[in-house]
């Protein structure tokens, strides 16, 4: 009940997850790499690589941080619309 709505709150809106995902596999395209690529480049599976690209996936900061330095971009290009 009170943990549903908890839940919900702390869900990013879908606006937010389009636009990650989309500047994610765009720029990461744009850089020749695959996800297996990007994900090695990150230290992180990629599987985790394609949640992110697919909006199943609520990213830290730290993770935006670490695929940004990855992709050789600022943070706020991973969120912009």
Avoid: W, Y
């Amino acid at each position: 009940m009170n943990s549903d709505k908890n839940n919900e709150k702390r869900k990013p809106s879908g606006e937010l997850l389009t636009a990650l995902a989309g500047n994610v596999r765009q720029l990461r395209e744009a850089r020749g790499l695959t996800q297996e690529a990007l994900g090695e480049a990150c230290d992180f599976h990629p599987t985790f690589i394609s949640l992110i690209e697919r909006k199943q996936r609520n990213v830290t900061i730290s993770t935006l941080e670490i695929v940004a330095a990855a992709l050789g971009v600022d943070v706020h290009e991973l969120i912009k619309e």
